[in-house]
Nanobody, 119 residues
């Protein structure tokens, strides 16, 4: 059974930085695309960034130039470096794995980690 466990969330001031981690277990994720999604209070869940099995990356316009997605194949891990954080980045961040090109293809989800950006 595939498990994804996020960590690294917390409270940070505007302009600050955080790095999220996602540890995968139960299968080798190297053939999967992996992504971070987020859901803010009262809003729909949205894609933050995706990194494919070929290491291509894609970012939401709202985070381009501020966030960096990366992965460690050997350790089965996914990361999200978040810089210049804004209050609107406040959300629960979810780690996902699967096939990004397929409809509803991101089939594995973690339980999320809360990021709060506030002064």
């Amino acid at each position: 059974q595939v498990q994804l466990v996020e960590s690294g969330g917390g409270l940070v001031h505007p302009g600050g930085s955080l790095k999220l981690h996602c540890a995968g277990s139960g299968t080798d994720l190297r053939g999967n695309d992996m992504a971070w999604y987020r859901q803010a209070p009262g809003k729909q869940r949205e894609l933050v960034a995706v990194i494919t099995s070929d290491f291509d990356t894609k970012y939401a316009d709202s985070v381009k130039g501020r966030f960096i997605i990366s992965r460690d194949i050997g350790m089965n891990m996914l990361f999200l470096r978040m810089n210049i954080l804004k209050p609107e980045d406040t959300a629960v961040y979810y780690c996902t794995a699967g096939s990004y090109s397929r409809r509803d293809g991101m089939i594995h989800w973690g339980k999320g980690t809360l990021v709060t950006v506030s002064s």
